[in-house]
C-alpha cells in the first residue's frame, strides 16, 4: 500500500486548505496532518487520504445531525422544502481501486449508512447516493463516474446523481407548474480537465504518471427560452459545494430533468455547508424570491465534522446554535 503516515511535522489539512485554490477539499474530524496527503490506488485512481479516519467522535456526529435537522425544520416552517444530496466519499464508490493492502476504518465503513439514519427524522428528500452509484456503475462498469487523479466527479456522475434526485423530487416534493422551462442541454461532448488536484498534491516528479483526462460532457444551451439559468427567477436551488460547480453540470441536469429554471449558489469546500446556506440566505436572489425547494449539498464527511471546527471550516466555522439562530432570524421563524 502506498499512503503516507500521519506526522504533525508535515502539511496539516489547514494548510491544504490554503493551498488548493478552487480545488475541494472533503474534509472530518478531528485534524490529520500527513507528508503527502494522498492514497496511490491501482490503475492510476488517486484518493484523498482525508476521506477516511479513524477517529469520529460519536456526539459532533449527533449534534451535527441535530442542526442540520432543526434547519430544515425551519425551513419547513418558512415554506421551504429541502432535499439533501449526500455526497459518498470518492474512496466508497471506486473501493475496488483502493490499494490492496488498504482497510478503512470501521467508523468510515459506517458513515455514509448512518448519515442517511441520523437525518431521516429531517423529512428532508434524499437517497442512497452510494448505493445508487455501485448500482451505475453495475450497469455501465466501463464508464467511469469520478476523475482518476482529482477529488470530483464526472459530469456522468454529477447527470446521474441529478437525475435521480430530479426522480425523487417528483415523487416527493410539492411544486407548482414552472412558468419558465428547464435548460435545454447539448449533445454530449468532449473536454479535457485543466486541472488534477489530487496529483497536484504529489511530488513533482509523480505528477506526470496522471495526465489530464478527455471526458463526456454536455452543456446548457446559452440562448433561447431555455437558456442560462442566470436568466430566470428559479424556484428550485441548488445550494452547494465545489461538486455542484457549472462544470459537472449538476443543476443545469436537474433544470432540465424538472423541466423548470435551477438556480446555483456554490462555494469551494473551504467554506462549511453552513456558511454557504446563510450567505444564499441572504443573498439578493434569495430576498428578491423564495424558492420552493432548496438541494442543501453535503459530503458524507461533514457528518462528522464539527461546525465550530476552525481546523476544518477555518473562518466560516461557527457554532451550531449561532448557525441555527442565525437561520431562524432570515427565515422569520425564530
Excluded at 98 to 108: C, F, N, R, T
Excluded at 122 to 135: E, L, P, R, V
Aim: proline share 8%; glycine share 6%; net charge neutral.
Amino acid at each position: 500500500m502506498t499512503i503516507a503516515k500521519p506526522n504533525s511535522n508535515k502539511i496539516s489539512r489547514r494548510q491544504l486548505l490554503g493551498g488548493m485554490g478552487t480545488s475541494a477539499v472533503l474534509l472530518s474530524s478531528p485534524p490529520v496532518e500527513a507528508a503527502v496527503p494522498v492514497v496511490i490506488g491501482k490503475n492510476g485512481w488517486l484518493f484523498p487520504i482525508w476521506d477516511d479516519s479513524a477517529y469520529i467522535d460519536a456526539r459532533i456526529t449527533e449534534q451535527v445531525a441535530m442542526t442540520i435537522n432543526a434547519a430544515i425544520a425551519a425551513f419547513r416552517m418558512a415554506n421551504i422544502q429541502i432535499a439533501i444530496c449526500l455526497l459518498a466519499a470518492k474512496s466508497r464508490v471506486y473501493a475496488d481501486f483502493l490499494p490492496s493492502d488498504y482497510k478503512k476504518s470501521a467508523p468510515v465503513e459506517k458513515r455514509y449508512a448512518e448519515g442517511l439514519k441520523n437525518l431521516g427524522p429531517s423529512g428532508a428528500i434524499m437517497f442512497d447516493q452510494a448505493a445508487f452509484m455501485q448500482a451505475c456503475r453495475k450497469v455501465a462498469p466501463e464508464e467511469d463516474l469520478f476523475f482518476k487523479a482529482d477529488t470530483h466527479w464526472l459530469p456522468v456522475g454529477a447527470a446521474s446523481a441529478a437525475a435521480e434526485m430530479a426522480n425523487q423530487i417528483k415523487q416527493h416534493a410539492h411544486l407548482p407548474p414552472s412558468s419558465q422551462p428547464g435548460v435545454t442541454l447539448s449533445p454530449p461532448q468532449y473536454a479535457v480537465q485543466d486541472h488534477n488536484d489530487l496529483a497536484a498534491l504529489l511530488p513533482p516528479a509523480e505528477r506526470a504518471k496522471y495526465p489530464y483526462e478527455k471526458y463526456l460532457t454536455r452543456i446548457p444551451v446559452t440562448s433561447g427560452a431555455a437558456g442560462l439559468l442566470d436568466d430566470d427567477a428559479p424556484d428550485v436551488v441548488v445550494v452547494g459545494n465545489s461538486f455542484m460547480q457549472p462544470a459537472y453540470g449538476y443543476a443545469a441536469t436537474l433544470s432540465a430533468e424538472l423541466n423548470r429554471p435551477v438556480g446555483l449558489a456554490w462555494r469551494v469546500h473551504q467554506f462549511s455547508p453552513y456558511w454557504n446556506m446563510l450567505d444564499y440566505l441572504k443573498s439578493p436572489a434569495f430576498v428578491r424570491q423564495r424558492p420552493k425547494l432548496i438541494v442543501w449539498t453535503f459530503h458524507e464527511g461533514d457528518l462528522s465534522t464539527a461546525l465550530e471546527s476552525p481546523e476544518v471550516w477555518t473562518d466560516t466555522a461557527m457554532p451550531a446554535a449561532d448557525f441555527l439562530t442565525k437561520l431562524r432570524s432570515i427565515l422569520g421563524t425564530s
